[in-house]
């Protein structure tokens, strides 16, 4: 079972700003392990959007952007885009478990 | 360009083996830590194993300790994942993933992923 929770779903108008969460815990986000994103089209492998937080891989538009704040993590997406729709996962270390952990997943749907 | 491509997956029954092969390309093998990630289709994704470059430190999640074993080549750039007893909740897609961070570990993101393959269990 996951340990870093997400909202299964977020949704929005093109053009519109969408952010979503992924809490933690104190032995994971808390414990200052970063934070990384992946987004997973349908029926593709996922992809890497954001890692350390808050940096984008080269080709990764600047619409996407993250934050870390004691155990929680977010992910904003601005200016929403049809081709945004996809699965979103956040990732990070996790020491009582010895071990990485995933964020339960959150779908983003563009009205 | 990285390439990872995964081999070896396939439907197999309850208390099984099976070995997946990763052959990549395109980067220094030896310089990135290595990973496998699963996701049931429709389902999640959920970290397997990982290993560091240097092989010293090994990693499993709860789910596979003790059944599922990982090792790399670094001369044939290549990452295994030997899979024993296998269970009818092992059927997933299995990912190959490169690590980001040069000689990086616990903050290594999953910078590369394969294509996967498919491993169903089931009599």
């Known amino acids: 079972q996951s340990v870093l929770t997400q909202p299964p779903s977020v949704s929005g108008a093109p053009g519109q700003r969408v952010t979503f969460s992924c809490t933690g815990s104190s032995s994971n986000i808390g414990a200052g392990y970063v934070v990384h994103w992946y987004q997973q089209l349908p029926g593709t492998p996922p992809k890497l959007l954001l890692f350390?937080?808050?940096n984008r891989p080269s080709g990764v538009p600047d619409r996407f952007s993250g934050s870390k704040s004691g155990t929680s993590a977010s992910l904003a997406i601005t200016g929403l885009q049809a081709e945004d729709e996809a699965d979103y996962y956040c990732?990070?270390?996790?020491?009582?478990?010895?071990?990485?952990?995933f964020g339960t997943g959150t779908k983003v749907t563009v009205l | 360009e990285v390439h990872l491509v995964e081999s070896g997956g396939g439907l197999v029954q309850p208390g099984m083996s099976l070995r997946l092969s990763c052959a990549a390309s395109?980067?220094?093998?030896?310089?990135?830590?290595m990973f496998w990630v699963r996701q049931v289709p429709g389902k999640g994704l959920e970290w397997v194993s990982s290993i560091t470059w240097h092989s010293h430190n090994i990693d499993y999640a709860d789910s596979v300790k003790g059944r599922f074993t990982v090792s790399r080549d670094n001369a044939k750039k290549s990452l295994y994942l030997q899979m024993n007893s296998l269970k009818t909740e092992d059927t997933a897609f299995y990912y190959c993933?490169?690590?980001?961070?040069?000689?990086?570990?616990?903050?290594?993101?999953?910078?590369?992923w394969g294509q996967g393959t498919l491993v169903t269990v089931s009599s």
């Open positions: 395109g980067f220094t093998f030896d310089d990135y830590a």
């Open positions: 350390g937080n808050n």
């Open positions: 993933v490169k690590g980001g961070l040069i000689r990086g570990y616990f903050e290594a993101w999953f910078e590369s």
């Open positions: 990732q990070s270390y996790d020491t009582t478990l010895s071990g990485f952990v």
